[in-house]
């Protein structure tokens, strides 16, 4: 199968996606797979796979590969004498801002380019954590209490210590802290601050158990993928998902009950139809005293949570051949006509 | 002020739009106009003020017009040996899909061009009818009782009649019935699936009274248009609508208290704040029993409602000072630096 993998983005966790990428260059050695780099400045770079090193990226040598444009239906390489449009299905595999919010998935929808990826609605709803409340609250699902502070309206939070501090709409940890009492709040609050001008504030529940599941829908029917018991300290930093991101092993299955992994599959369910449909999401739970809660959606997980998939390479393929279709409303001018000729022009 | 209208779109209100831009044209005559026409198909084109007609779009003469494309900060213009870069502040007047559903802010945002209009969540909250009602929830807002319909799980639904047929995400009454009974219901659900997968159902309330508010935020405070109340029949159907948008007369301030007014100022606050900057909008209250229900946002109203503002342009060059920035991640290569030396790289 032909796939362009897009990645890189302006965004905290560009770094990131250029891992996720690498991974997933190795992980679908059976495509025949293109590399679209977006740098920071939002200018789109074609990538030969041979260069497909952080290194590239780091030093800037990506500045002196063919530059690209959008155009309709395709990436268009201009050469001196002609140019190449780009047409594979594309991957959107930008972790975070551009890529999670909604940025790409307009601009890929606009020029009639096919993507696996959220779109635009589940990208809002999944990168901003306050919009992934309502979208629990709407939906009827258990998520984790939280309050919403933000830059201009400061109070003071009710919640009982510890808590935990995230900016709304960033992922990989990003500007995240345990705080354990009052006296460390205005840090976290600092570091959140840096990054969001929204802050959501949650209970900290120690050893509370979490699980993570994938899945997509394919040719109308779900597929999920393992689920996974994350093992990790009291969260993930930056530093160690940055690691997390390039894992390609496949992982062991969760040792949970049957019941329980058909509660997560449902709660899976609820959030993924009627809108995240031509994505491959994770989604990250919480389970407390046998009730299911959603954590977090991850709209594009780390090199698409390859290694909780048995199959991730024909799965893949099976999600690329059954992308939602992108109607397009067709124009008639019936009004400006009939105006027109009422007028006896 | 230098300001340059974007119209058109690949939407239902693809006509609307160009009515909508001729008529600011005229109301906005003390700013220096320019006009960028986006087509069906996703192209841009400059329109030149004298050819702002209506025939030119329906008898395609915008296509011998000079056509643009997006790079980063501009409108680019091909010239035989040189470019043009249009760099003003945009006003967004695509009504409908693309302009009102985030494509369009997503477009703008990715290629950092200042704009009036709604941003990317702002548009996902107004334009699913659906999310509108979240967002109510969400902010402890009533609206009008309400049900899902969608085209494959189909269901009866237990509303009283009358009831009022809706397309999820259209505007301008495109796809709209009243259903009397049951006898009537397929048929107008028929006509509404036509413009969505998604229906919403909500009980018709006759003679309700309907108000209709506009607002914006400048210089960190809330500007309120006079509340209308709009005289109308059952509903305005798609041809009154149309014949809505070329208004530029300033109408009458509704005859209601200045408790209501309070109210319904106060309601608008709620819808506004934290995901509207950046636009004007027009929202659509029904008071029952004194109560103020939130019937619609209107991220782009038709002619920007410059009829419900004392001092339309004025206003309009005070939120084009004020636009929310959009803050860039600026991007380093720390974790990729830090691992290729500690790999000796």
Known sequence: MKLTILFGGASFEHEISIVSAITLKEKLSSFDLSFIFCDQDHSFYLIPAQKMKAITFSKAEHKKMPKLSLVNGAFLEKKMFSTIEHKNTVLNLIHGADGEDGTVAALLDFFSIRYIGPRVNASVFSYDKRYTKWLCEAKGMKSVAYEMLSLHEHKNITLEYPVIVKPASLGSSIGVSIVKDESELDYALDVAYEYDKSILIEPFIKGVKEYNLAGYMANGKMVYSI????????????????????????????????????????????????????????????????????????????????????????????????????????????????ISSAKGK
């Open 227 to 338: 689920v996974e018991e994350p093992q990790k300290e009291e969260f993930l930093d930056f530093e160690k998902k940055y690691m997390d991101f390039s894992r390609s092993e496949q992982v062991l299955k969760a040792d949970i009950s049957a019941e329980l992994e058909s509660k997560l599959r449902a709660s899976f369910d609820k959030v993924y139809k009627n809108m995240f449909e031509g994505a491959l999401i994770r989604c990250d739970f919480f389970v407390v005293k046998g009730e299911v809660l959603l954590n977090e959606i991850n709209p594009i997980p780390g090199s698409m949570a390859n290694y909780l998939f048995e199959d991730f390479a024909g799965g893949l393929e099976a999600l690329a051949s059954s992308l939602p279709h992108n109607k397009r409303a067709s124009v008639n001018y019936d009004y400006i006509h009939s």
